[in-house]
Structures are given as structure tokens and as C-alpha cells.
T-cell receptor, first 111, second 111 residues
Framework: DAKTTQPTSMDCAEGRAANLPCNHSTISGNEYVYWYRQIHSQGPQYIIHGLKNNETNEMASLIITEDRKSSTLILPHATLRDTAVYYC????????????FGQGTRLTINP | DAGITQSPRHKVTETGTPVTLRCHQTENHRYMYWYRQDPGHGLRLIHYSYGVKDTDKGEVSDGYSVSRSKTEDFLLTLESATSSQTSVYFCATEGLNYGYTFGSGTRLTVV
């Protein structure tokens, strides 16, 4: 699996958009970009994933650059409950494709 | 998450005793995974399963065994618990198009 690079920590004001970057310069053509988050001691939670087109769901938007070497997760109106560690992961989807977690970005939403 | 249950939620056991953690899913997902999470190491894959009786090792499988005799249950056994296996254990399943779903975790303390 390709490796990813994320900032260790970020801060964002409540109500503002939180933009979390991720670099994945060695991503393969058949690998997807996945985002998960982990709030305190809970199990990680799936947020969104994409291949090369931008994606949006009820939680977030995912912007993938044209060369697919980086992406940005956008939480459009961050709330205090969005404080969590956010993981960017790249992986294929054929067979048992294991998720390999890095250290992620610790996002703190400030009132 | 509804659909995946881990038991027990908390357990304290003595060094040298066998321990079995259970993961139960109701979604009929083919793939199931066991991770452990420790400070400074993040989430690491222990074992995974790609079907009934089909399992394979992850990156930290030493001292652990798994069994999957039916689709809905994936058991993780610590054959002889050691203090280094004190950790939080997460089970996950994988469905189509939305990535992994994690359980709430089992906090295991080996004394």
C-alpha cells in the first residue's frame, strides 16, 4: 500500500471549514483514497473515499488533485464534535485489502 | 455501530492465561479484521479473514490466533496473555462501497 503524509495536528474555529491535507505521491492507478476519523477512544469511523473524482457526502467533501498525488478532506462547517484524529489511507479494493493506519492528523475544533 | 458487536468491552486477566475476544457482525460481510491500538503505535493489524475458515496474518500476529467458523463471528485468542498484549482491540468488517465499519473496542489489561 502506498504511504501517506499528513500534518501531525491542526486547529480550526468552530463553524469554519476544516481543510485537512494528505500527500500520497506513490499512489497506484487502482488505489483509492480513504478517510477515517477516530474520536477519543472510539473505533475509527469511515468518512469518505474516492478514486480520482471529487466526492461529497453528508459528512465531508474529498478533493483529489488531477495527478492524484494529494488530496484534501473538507469539513464544511466544523463543530466541536469534529475534534478527532483523521486518517488518510490509500488502498486497492480487490480482495482483502488491509487498511494501514499512519499517525493521522489530530484536528482540534476551538469554540 | 449497529451491526458489529465486540465482547467483552473490558477485561482484566492474569499473565499466562488464555483469553478470547469475540467479534459478531449481522451484515453478512465477507471480510473481517482484528486490530490493536497502543499509544505511539496507532492501529496495527493482527489477523484478518476473507471468509469462513479463511484467515491470514497481519503485521503483529505473534501470540495471537483467530478462528472463523461462521460468517458472523470472528474470534481472537491470546494463547497465553502477556503484559505486552495490554491494549485496546478493535474488530472491523468491510462492506461494499463504504469501507470498514469498526466495533467499539475491547480494552484488555494483562496483569
Amino acid at each position: 500500500d502506498a504511504k501517506t503524509t499528513q500534518p501531525t495536528s491542526m486547529d480550526c474555529a468552530e463553524g469554519r471549514a476544516a481543510n485537512l491535507p494528505c500527500n500520497h505521491s506513490t499512489i497506484s492507478g487502482n488505489e483509492y483514497v480513504y478517510w477515517y476519523r477516530q474520536i477519543h477512544s472510539q473505533g475509527p469511523q469511515y468518512i469518505i473515499h474516492g478514486l480520482k473524482n471529487n466526492e461529497t457526502n453528508e459528512m465531508a467533501s474529498l478533493i483529489i488533485t488531477e495527478d492524484r498525488k494529494s488530496s484534501t478532506l473538507i469539513l464544511p462547517h466544523a463543530t466541536l464534535r469534529d475534534t478527532a484524529v483523521y486518517y488518510c489511507i490509500v488502498r486497492g479494493i480487490q480482495g482483502a485489502q488491509k487498511l494501514v493506519f499512519g499517525q493521522g492528523t489530530r484536528l482540534t475544533i476551538n469554540p | 455501530d449497529a451491526g458489529i458487536t465486540q465482547s467483552p468491552r473490558h477485561k482484566v486477566t492474569e499473565t499466562g492465561t488464555p483469553v478470547t475476544l469475540r467479534c459478531h457482525q449481522t451484515e453478512n460481510h465477507r471480510y473481517m479484521y482484528w486490530y490493536r491500538q497502543d499509544p505511539g503505535h496507532g492501529l496495527r493489524l493482527i489477523h484478518y479473514s476473507y471468509g469462513v475458515k479463511d484467515t491470514d496474518k497481519g503485521e503483529v500476529s505473534d501470540g495471537y490466533s483467530v478462528s472463523r467458523s461462521k460468517t458472523e463471528d470472528f474470534l481472537l485468542t491470546l494463547e497465553s496473555a502477556t503484559s505486552s498484549q495490554t491494549s485496546v482491540y478493535f474488530c472491523a468488517t468491510e462492506g461494499l462501497n463504504y469501507g470498514y465499519t469498526f466495533g467499539s473496542g475491547t480494552r484488555l489489561t494483562v496483569v
